[in-house]
């Protein structure tokens, strides 16, 4: 938090030194994330979540499955009281879908089979501070800080057959972290940016798995990611 706090008093004393002009102005951002975990246990294989299939049965994938990767869409809006300085606010929705399945080495035409889904679904809120550097100029740089609240996040982990070997299991509950991003802005017509940038959410938590109508276990974890971000932004001025 110490370091967040460093980076936006940073990032301020950029904006200070280059402000020019107090034009008031409104932006949306409608923009795709191509999101990655940082955390092990949330990642697509991994060895806090792997699946030993019984003797008689053989793995068409890997023996391991987390959550993984994604692409998730976003929309965000920021108001700039100073030409560059704002407060921002958006919106991201994650939703992850992983399969595993066993097939019985046995019968491996006709034999049983037994399939795992993981899925995972996130919802994030942040609220922050918004800088940018020479608005007027064509290509010009954006960046931000401040809080990720996660209001509902939702992990499951499913087995075709439920039972205390294979359990299924799942998690939700709310959750708070911090974000940072930072880009460029290209313009393309009046009012009209392609955006481009990189994001960093950190969202610390701890997950409490249910199973058959009780906590089976805990897992600490990051909810949050890096992720690649690329979009449109419509600027406009209200003065």
Sequence with gaps: MKNLIFIIAFLTSISSFSQE??????????????????????????????????????SSDADVIGYGSCIAPKIQTNYFFKNYLGLSFGLNYLSIQNYLEFTDASTPITGET???????????????????????ARIHIYYGAGINYTPYYSLKHNTEINTNEFPSYSAEAWAIGAYINAGMQIKIFPF??????????YIPHTLKYTSFGATDHEEKTDLGGIAGQIGLSFKFLTY
């Design 21 to 58: 002009n107090n034009i008031k102005h409104f932006e949306i951002s409608v923009s795709a994330l191509f999101w990655t975990p940082t955390s092990t246990h949330m990642k697509a294989t991994n060895s806090l979540m792997s699946i030993i299939p019984p003797d008689s049965y053989t």
């Design 114 to 136: 037994n399939k795992f889904h993981n899925e995972a679904k996130i919802l994030n809120l942040q609220l922050g501070y918004a800088g940018q550097t020479n608005d007027y």
């Design 192 to 201: 009209i940016y392609f955006t481009m940038g990189l994001e960093y959410s």
